[in-house]
């Protein structure tokens, strides 16, 4: 998701999520997104070593975690997503073949205890319901397992930004629901995944350049005091 604030002369259509990342699965690669600069600089350092461990990118799209998994020497990467459209693109990178599942996030086709990182990257304000999904994680860890799970900050909703992107001439903004960390982190508990680490880091240096580079410094301006996305980073309960 690219952010767009309100505007008062352009109203966004909704579109499904389906739809929408349809339309913007051949573009979604194209501009750099501050967003998931953002999150691959703080969750890039609190990655575990991945050497030997099996990795699942949940809701991968084009593979942007799933090249990095394989990059940090995972014995096996594997990626869904819901979308033929991103999965299409995550092909055209050869080392992702023979990886890649179209699936629905709440229904994850892997059997149980066998993922020991699970990453689940800006999915989470898709899902209406997220129940499914975090039992649906905590099932297919493994004892040792850990998973990053990472979305747009809630306080975002409140500041008017939305989850759209220009296709054509017209700006589509995709369904989205807005869920609090303190839902997300009790879902997960009630399914047997206990919270290690949080973050919720702000705006750096090298998103405001992405800013900048797209004319758009002011937007920049008015919210680098606040947090732009979360992580948050659990286990399975029973691991001791
Ligand atoms: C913002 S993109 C993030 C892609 C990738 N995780 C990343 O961070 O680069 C959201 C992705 O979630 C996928 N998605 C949405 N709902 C889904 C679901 N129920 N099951 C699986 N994937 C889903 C979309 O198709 C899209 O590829």
């Not at 999904?133 to 004892?143: D, K």
């Not at 001439?169 to 997300?184: D, G, K, P, Y």
Request: overall charge positive; charged content about 25%.
């Amino acid at each position: 998701m690219n952010l767009a604030q309100r505007s008062r002369t352009i109203e966004p259509r909704r579109v499904s999520v389906r739809e929408g990342y349809a339309l913007w699965a051949a573009s979604y690669d194209r501009c750099p997104n501050p967003l998931l600069v953002l999150e691959e600089r703080v969750m890039e350092a609190r990655l575990p070593t991945v050497v030997n461990r099996r990795g699942l990118d949940v809701a991968c799209g084009t593979g942007r975690w799933m090249n990095r998994l394989i990059a940090r020497g995972a014995a096996s990467v594997f990626g869904l997503d819901l979308s033929p459209q991103m999965l299409g693109c995550a092909l055209r990178n050869d080392s992702l073949h023979g990886r890649l599942l179209q699936a629905d996030c709440r229904q994850i086709p892997i059997l149980s205890g066998t993922i020991d990182l699970a990453l689940c990257s800006f999915v989470a304000g898709y899902l209406e319901d997220l129940k499914s999904l975090m039992r649906e994680l905590s099932r297919i860890l493994s004892p040792r397992a850990e998973i990053f799970l990472s979305d747009v900050h809630p306080s975002c909703h409140s500041r008017g930004w939305k989850r759209a992107f220009r296709h054509e001439n017209q700006v589509l903004e995709i369904e989205n629901t807005r869920h609090s960390i303190a839902e997300i982190v009790y879902l997960g508990e009630a399914s047997g995944l206990r919270l290690v680490g949080q973050a919720e880091p702000h705006w750096g240096e090298r998103e405001r350049r992405i800013f900048e580079a797209a004319g758009k410094i002011r937007l920049y301006e008015g919210n680098c005091n606040e947090p732009a996305i979360f992580i948050l980073q659990f286990r399975p309960f029973r691991m001791r």
